[in-house]
């Protein structure tokens, strides 16, 4: 059974950072691209960056820049750098794992993670 | 970035209906598109992918269907754990998108 966990949200000062995590267990972990989608309160879902399991990051166009994503193969883990925090950041961050494997695509996401609140306020 | 644009953003529905949500983006992505839903308080699940094709374990009251720009998600006999929100999401580029959702409530 897939099992994806996210850890590292809570409460940061604007201007802050944070670095989320997400353990994964049940599949072939380096076999599959990662992904992070958050969710801001009461609104959708925005995909924000993934990595392939060979570590080729990909960001979203809107939001490059302040985010840096990672992955540990021998932990499988995969993370979510977050610098320069701002209220707009305020979401559910969850993390989810691409349907097919080595297809050099992200493409859909068939688990997820139960999401992490990262919360930005002073 | 490929906008996806659902319609409607709410739809009232009894048990028992027929719900048609739509998708449309603003280039072609050939079949590139997957369907989810969300509960409240709860993470996505991915009901549909390559525009029809369902996931294990999914009802077959749900149907995809489209290709190109414009596609379709069908709730056939609507169940009352089927209320919910809808997403679409495009894979046809290294920047997925989402549609911005349509959330099916109790008439």
């Known amino acids: 059974e897939v099992q994806l966990l996210e850890s590292g949200g809570g409460l940061v000062q604007p201007g802050g950072s944070l670095r989320l995590s997400c353990a994964a267990s049940g599949f072939p972990f380096r076999n599959y691209a990662m992904s992070w989608v958050r969710q801001a309160p009461g609104k959708g879902l925005e995909w924000v960056s993934a990595m392939s399991g060979t570590s080729d990051p990909y960001y979203s166009d809107s939001l490059r820049g302040r985010f840096t994503i990672s992955r540990d193969n021998s932990q499988n883990t995969v993370y979510l750098q977050i610098h320069s925090l701002s209220a707009e950041d305020t979401a559910v961050y969850y993390c989810?794992?691409?349907?097919?494997?080595?297809?050099?695509?992200?493409?859909?996401?068939?688990?997820w993670g139960q999401g992490t609140l990262v919360t930005v306020s002073s | 970035d490929i906008q996806m644009t659902q319609s409607p953003s709410s739809v009232s529905a009894s048990v028992g209906d027929r719900v048609t949500i739509t998708c449309r983006a603003s280039q072609d992505i050939s079949t590139w598109l997957a369907w989810y839903q969300q509960k409240p308080g709860k993470a996505p699940k991915l009901l549909i992918s390559a525009a029809s094709s369902l996931q294990g374990g999914v009802p077959s009251r749900f149907g995809g269907s489209g290709s190109g720009t414009d596609f379709t998600l069908t709730i056939s006999n609507l169940q009352p754990e089927d209320f919910a929100t809808y997403y679409c999401?495009?894979?046809?580029?290294?920047?997925?998108?989402f549609g911005q959702g349509t959330k099916v409530e109790i008439k």
């Open positions: 999401q495009q894979a046809n580029t290294l920047s997925p998108t």
């Open positions: 989810a794992k691409d349907h097919v494997s080595g297809n050099g695509k992200i493409d859909y996401f068939d688990s």
